[in-house]
């Protein structure tokens, strides 16, 4: 089994930046696909954004797309989520997952590896 561990959010302002990271240990973390959850206040996990195990099959939502980049460092067992120019409405807790194949249409349910989450606040 792999255990993710999640970091990098904080409080920002609209338009600045952050950088999450998901640091992994135990199962092959270069036989996983990694993703990236939001979920906000009352909300269900909702997909963000996915990276295959290659790193050549990626995946966005649409409101984060020329926003959001998903990367994964294979020989660090570290995958990364860098957010752009964020908006108000991207705050929530942000979980990472991992699971041999993860796309947009994969159910959050359906996923047993996950991060603690780390949250995201982004002010107007």
């Known amino acids: 089994q792999i255990q993710l561990v999640d970091s990098g959010g904080g409080s920002v302002q609209t338009g600045e930046s952050l950088r999450l990271a998901c640091t992994t240990s135990?199962?092959?973390?270069?036989?996983?696909?990694i993703a990236w959850f939001h979920q906000g206040s009352g909300m269900e996990r909702q997909f963000v954004a996915s990276?295959?195990?290659?790193?050549?099959?990626?995946y966005y939502e649409d409101s984060v797309k020329g926003r959001f980049t998903i990367s994964r460092d294979n020989a660090k067992k570290t995958a990364y989520l860098q957010m752009n120019n964020l908006k108000p409405e991207d705050t929530g807790v942000y979980f990472c997952?991992?699971?041999?194949?993860?796309?947009?249409?994969?159910?959050?349910?359906?996923?047993?590896?996950w991060g603690q989450g780390t949250q995201v606040t982004v002010s107007s």
């Open positions: 135990g199962r092959a973390f270069s036989a996983s696909a």
């Open positions: 997952a991992a699971d041999d194949r993860i796309t947009p249409e994969t159910r959050w349910t359906d996923i047993s590896a």
């Open positions: 990276i295959n195990w290659a790193g050549d099959k990626i």
